[in-house]
């Protein structure tokens, strides 16, 4: 599932640093920036196209470089038969629901709330590209700039977990376990004591994204700036995977709150339609051994037999109607015969 939802890809391809013996992957942190670099790696399916090196840096205030030096083919020509192609960020988080209707089962679904692809076509020779965090609900550590905040995103203030979201990140499950969504919908601060509130910030970037990009080419010494626009590509990995963007996602909470009550309306209408049969059996037991009372009589005026009827009468060659019977008392027989 990490190649599907959760990486930070420089590329993703079948690289096998075992088919041969220049092929190393190093790494070294200096506290401040990781570096993670693949040095002359071939692909598994096809040695001949050559070796791949490249790198990625995450740094300790949240920017990401990808780095390459060797690129003997363009990317888009690698083949993703035996495993994915990919260049770029992804993220997700997995929350566990409890299924009402089968107790004691849970069904852990994942949700992707953030991708980021970058144009392959970008990936050549000593290029590198550079990605800058953008601020999110997470950096806000009290209520009145979480709820103020106009950074792009609904951030709100959890206050059982001290905690500004928007409820779409890793912390999710703590999230909805706590009652954190039905809270949020309030964007009233309380006052709690020994906490100190943070004036909200006079200066804020209005993005819809996380991440913002550029390509820097040292070969021709221009940047440029660009956001991902290769579509989203299924996976060679077939995983069935439930993914939500946070435009469309919908409240766990309040999902399982209509799903209750919808159960309940269902017990309430069997339990009427019971108490109405219940009351139809015991009326007609207390009718049968009291033949006499008020309810008993009113229904044998009215029996099926006392309605009016007109039967036709046949096996003569003269057909007739026979016996027609008005409502109240019975005068007579009406006969009428061909003429």
């Not at 997700?92 to 629901?97: I, L, P, R, W, Y």
């Not at 010494?221 to 991902?228: A, C, K, Q, W």
């Not at 108490?275 to 009291?290: D, F, R």
Request: aromatic residues 8%.
């Amino acid at each position: 599932m990490l190649t599907a939802t959760q990486y930070i890809a420089p590329l993703m391809a079948n690289f096998d640093p075992s088919v041969s013996r220049n092929s190393t992957v190093r790494y070294f942190d200096n506290g401040t920036a990781l570096v993670v670099q693949w040095d002359h790696v071939h692909l598994q399916d096809n040695y001949n196209l050559g070796s791949f090196t490249f790198q990625a840096t995450l740094l300790n205030d949240g920017r990401i470089i990808f780095g390459y030096k060797e690129i003997p083919i363009s990317v888009t020509q690698i083949s993703s038969t035996n495993h994915p192609v990919k260049v770029g960020l992804s993220d997700a988080f997995v929350v566990v629901h409890r299924i009402q209707q089968i107790p004691n089962v849970r069904r852990r679904t994942i949700y992707e709330y953030h991708r980021v692809e970058l144009q392959m076509s970008k990936v050549t020779n000593l290029s590198a590209v550079e990605m800058i965090p953008l601020p999110t609900c997470l950096q806000f550590n009290s209520c009145t700039p979480c709820i103020t905040a106009q950074i792009g995103f609904n951030c709100s203030w959890c206050n059982k977990l001290q905690r500004c979201s928007s409820g779409f990140d890793r912390h999710r499950q703590d999230w909805v376990d706590n009652g954190c969504p039905e809270e949020s919908k309030d964007k009233i601060c309380e006052k709690s004591i020994g906490t100190t509130q943070m004036p909200p910030p006079t200066t804020t970037t209005i993005q819809q994204t996380t991440t913002r990009f550029k390509v820097l080419t040292t070969t021709k010494g221009v940047m440029t700036s660009h956001l991902p626009t290769s579509l989203p590509t299924e996976d060679d990995t077939k995983i069935a995977l439930h993914l939500k963007d946070n435009a469309a996602s919908t409240d766990d909470s309040a999902a399982e709150k209509k799903g209750g009550t919808l159960h309940a309306g269902l017990i309430v209408g069997i339990f009427i339609l019971v108490l109405i049969v219940a009351a139809a059996v015991l009326v007609t037991v207390y009718m049968y051994h009291h033949p006499t009372s008020a309810a008993s009589l009113f229904f044998i005026e009215r029996r099926p037999s006392r309605w009016p009827a007109m039967k036709f009468r046949r096996g003569s060659g003269h057909p007739a109607y026979a016996e027609v019977e008005p409502v109240g008392e019975k005068e007579g027989f009406i006969v009428s015969e061909q003429c």
